[in-house]
């Protein structure tokens, strides 16, 4: 796993390491000691499942479920979708969310 600082305020790419595979405790403690230090963390170039998405969330503790009940993953209520696409009318996830 490499660590490139963004070299600005915020932000640092990590890469070599897939999350759809689960993390061991010291790549966490890793992650965790990255984000403390640069606030915000980018992994390119994941292919996650939900379920992969999910459970990588858990590492950092309780998920919680959106309470508008709308724009959530089939079956995953803690995953909500985040998007500015619109088909048939109405947006496919919620587009105000960040």
Excluded: C, Y
């Amino acid at each position: 796993m490499n660590i490139h600082p963004s070299g600005k305020a915020l932000g640092a790419t990590i890469e070599g390491i897939d999350l759809a595979q689960s993390v061991s405790d010291g790549e966490f403690k890793q992650i965790l000691r990255a984000l403390g230090e640069h606030g915000v963390l980018r992994f390119p170039k994941q292919r996650l499942a939900t379920e992969d998405f999910a459970r990588f969330g858990r590492l950092f503790g309780e998920l919680e479920i959106n309470v508008a009940g709308t724009f959530q993953e089939p079956g995953h209520p803690e995953v909500m979708i985040l998007s500015n696409i619109v088909e048939n009318g109405r947006p496919i996830g919620a587009r105000d969310a960040g």
